[in-house]
């Protein structure tokens, strides 16, 4: 097994603009609202060639026989998504980052993702009250009553990724009791290519962000990116 850190990589701002068609029934004010920018980068993707040759994996024969098998071409490809909230900014609710890839002839896929699922701990009460009458209802406790409780931590899904195993995978971010959707965010995968191909990478980022209602934000489009040329 080899250690892998994720790379630094250049991000560019993305500027979210209204999404009309997901926001029901925007008022003219809202269809109006002048774009977000400044909140949202996006950086790469990158590919690394994964060979029995290559640098990233020397010191480890076990992982070198495997790729030697494999039929196809596999890359380590590494993005990020990086969100800023200050505190006069409004929050994001939720946020989806979609990569879709392709070949001039076949079709990628994607083996592996990390993060798949990013998790928070949160602490939670639960009270239980039994009336004079032998109901239970999970309320407060009041007058006349018994109330029960227990102290217990639940995970809250913060990051789950999509589309394993497919060309189109992508990462659903939403935020937690514990914690928003703030700072950088490494994304990266194993991907195989269909032999000598060249690989393409369309992005798509969209957000909904909470103002006096849920808004939805879509990022202007990302021109596709070559990642993948094959020496000729």
Request: aromatic fraction near 6%.
């Amino acid at each position: 097994m080899i250690e892998l850190d994720a790379p630094l990589l250049p991000e560019q701002d993305l500027v979210l603009k209204i999404d009309t068609e997901q926001t029901t029934r925007p008022a003219p004010d809202e269809v109006d609202t002048p774009p977000i920018t400044g909140r949202l980068r996006f950086g790469g993707p990158r590919a690394t060639p994964l060979t029995n040759t290559s640098p990233l994996t020397a010191g480890d024969d076990a992982l070198r026989a495997y790729l030697a098998s494999q039929a196809g071409d596999l890359y380590l490809l590494a993005a990020a998504a990086t969100f800023v909230t200050r505190d006069s900014d409004p929050p994001f609710v939720e946020s989806t980052v979609s990569i879709h890839l392709t070949c001039p002839i076949g079709r990628p896929q994607v083996l592996s993702m990390a993060p798949m699922r990013v998790q928070h701990p949160v602490e939670r009460t639960r009270s239980f009250r039994l009336g004079p009458e032998l109901n239970l209802a999970e309320v407060t406790a009041g007058l006349g009553s018994l109330t029960a409780g227990r102290d217990y931590t639940e995970a809250q899904p913060f990051l789950t990724a999509l589309g394993l195993l497919t060309s189109e995978p992508g990462w659903h971010f939403r935020p937690t009791l514990s914690a928003g959707i703030d700072g950088s965010h490494p994304l990266m995968m194993i991907v195989r290519v269909p032999p000598d191909q060249p690989m393409s990478a369309n992005i798509t980022v969209s957000a909904v962000v909470r103002r006096r209602r849920l808004l939805w934000y879509r990022a202007e489009p990302i021109s596709p990116v070559v990642i993948v040329q094959p020496a000729i």
